[in-house]
């Protein structure tokens, strides 16, 4: 049987997807400041809307669980550098990955506890993201075997 959601549990997973929320912004700088070549400035575009949905992800959690009577923690997990395109859109696509999966469990843990404009919320975020994951799947799709 499923234990039963705490408040304080949903503040700690909200904490955990807020550094993931950061580890995103800060791959997407890096791979920003670190795409070279014709392709890679398309990718600095493109980055570019992505890393703003990203702070904006980041001031709701950082609110929300301030309103929850939380401390945002900030800590970010450790992330990799990837150098090539390739490497550096597959990184991006399971990031998002992994935020579509845990912003739907957290929609799960915000109903248990009745919390219905906080789950509201992450289905937004939730959209969000599989946009995100939606458009790094095409442009994997597309990369030539040699990039
Ligand atoms: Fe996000
Ligand atoms: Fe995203």
């Keep these: 049987m499923r234990r039963a959601i705490t408040k304080q549990k949903l503040i700690e997973h909200l904490d955990q997807d807020l ?22 400035h398309e990718l600095r575009e493109i980055l570019e809307p992505e890393i703003h949905a990203e702070v904006k992800h980041v001031e ?12 945002p ?8 550098r990837p150098t090539t395109l390739r490497e550096m859109l597959e990184y991006a ?3 998002e990955r992994e935020a579509v999966k845990a912003y739907t469990e957290r929609v799960d843990e915000a109903n248990e506890l009745g919390e219905t404009a906080l789950q509201v919320k ?17 442009l994997v799709k597309g990369l ?3 990039m």
């Design 19 to 40: 550094g993931r929320e950061l580890q995103a912004i800060l791959l997407y700088l890096w791979c920003r400041s670190m795409a070279f070549g014709i392709r890679g």
């Design 60 to 71: 709701f959690l950082a609110d929300k669980i301030i309103a929850m009577g939380g401390t």
């Design 73 to 80: 923690s900030f800590s970010v997990p450790p992330w990799k």
């Design 93 to 95: 696509l399971s990031i």
């Design 122 to 138: 992450l289905e937004e975020l939730i959209t969000d993201e599989t946009e995100h994951m939606e458009l790094l799947q095409r």
């Design 144 to 146: 030539s075997p040699e």
